[in-house]
């Protein structure tokens, strides 16, 4: 069994979850979680959001409305194991522990730091040990490899060091991850044509109800071009959203479409509403039945930390043995 695990953040002003962040890490994690050589730990990263979130309501509604859509669209909290960083209070004793052996300079190289550092009085400490705690999620848990966007690859090298350092100090302690960096992730468009993300405001969360929903498409900026003009789909912000979900005769019909004429973007934007609808039924409906059952929430999130203490206790032990913390 590989262990693979990850970290899955719920800042933002609104835990929404839109359909970049679905086709580019839900579907994809779950695929992984899925083979049986594998075995998942996901874990929701909200100590990670207190470094931008302040607003403990934010922060609840967004874990919810995170573990639900990774749950809709059909995470197994049986095979893997599925909790809330801040569940598992070991990952704080441990990034101190780490946080003593990690020098200064390697902080304030790392990118997630740097790219702020030019207002230092908006920087807090958690901001810039971020790395840290990251570092400690992974090594709780005996990881061995950690599926992560490109940005994120400069935290796992730092992880890797902080493990071989430990280990040569201390002898053999930490297992070394290894990143999974797909270069083949597919970049999801946004409404306005660029990445869809939630620091852009461009992005369609295919939860929402069927009337927000539909507003939601229809905002999509197109050209101006008349009903009865030819269009080209391969510069329409409609067309390439409409693509990623459709089946290949879909995406010749629609193609055809567009390149007769008298066909509208308002046309087009219905289609892709309706595709959404069609393709998501079944994870809105179950979205929503949990959303409406934070109970049935709090008992899987509270289940999944116990399994994922189990793991983290004895190697949380092991450390603090080999610190004289005993
Ligand atoms: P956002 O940019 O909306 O804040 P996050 O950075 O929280 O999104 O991304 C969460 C996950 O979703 C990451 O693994 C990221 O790779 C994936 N993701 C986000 N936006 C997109 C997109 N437009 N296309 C593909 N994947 C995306
Ligand atoms: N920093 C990661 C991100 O921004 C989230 C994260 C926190 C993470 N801890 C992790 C990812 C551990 C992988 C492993 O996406």
Redesign the pocket.
């Known amino acids: 069994m590989a262990r693979i695990l990850t970290g899955?953040?719920s800042?933002?002003s609104n835990g929404e979850v839109?359909l970049?962040?679905i086709?580019?890490?839900i579907q994809p994690g779950i695929e992984l979680s899925k083979k049986p050589e594998n075995e998942a730990f996901f874990f929701i990263a909200d100590l990670h959001s207190l470094t931008t979130v302040k607003d403990a309501e934010v922060r609840l509604s967004n874990v919810y409305a995170v573990a639900a859509a990774w749950l809709a669209f059909g995470f197994d909290t049986d095979k893997n194991t599925f909790y809330r960083q801040s569940d598992v209070p070991e990952v704080c004793e441990l990034t101190w522990y780490l946080n003593c052996f990690t020098p200064f300079p390697m902080l304030a190289n790392a990118h997630s730091f740097k790219d702020k550092a030019e207002n230092l009085s908006d920087v807090n400490a958690g901001l810039f040990d971020y790395p840290v705690l990251m570092a400690c999620d992974i090594l709780l848990y005996d990881a061995e490899f950690v599926p992560v966007?490109k940005d994120q690859k400069q935290h796992l090298e730092m992880t890797r060091d902080m493990a071989k350092g430990f280990n040569h100090k201390y002898d053999e302690t930490f297992v070394v991850p290894e990143p999974l960096i797909d270069e083949r992730?597919?970049?999801?468009?946004?409404t306005d044509g660029r990445?869809?993300?939630?620091?852009y405001n461009n992005?369609i969360n295919i939860f929402l109800p069927d009337k927000q929903l539909r507003k939601a498409v229809m905002k999509i900026e197109t050209d101006s071009k008349g009903l009865e003009e030819p269009k080209d789909p391969d510069t329409c912000n409609v067309f390439a959203l409409y693509s990623l979900l459709a089946d290949e005769s879909q995406d010749i019909e629609m193609r055809k479409k567009y390149e007769a004429g008298n066909y509208g973007y308002g046309h087009a934007k219905q289609a892709l509403f309706e595709l959404i609808v069609e393709t998501y039924s079944e994870e809105r409906k179950r979205y929503w039945e949990l959303m409406e059952d934070k109970p049935q929430l709090d008992q899987l999130l509270k289940e999944g930390a116990a399994k994922a203490r189990k793991v983290a206790q004895p190697v949380l032990q092991k450390v603090r043995k080999k610190l004289g913390f005993n």
């Open positions: 899955i953040q800042s933002g839109h970049g962040n086709l580019g890490a966007g992730v597919m970049v999801v468009p946004g990445k869809m993300s939630k620091s992005y």
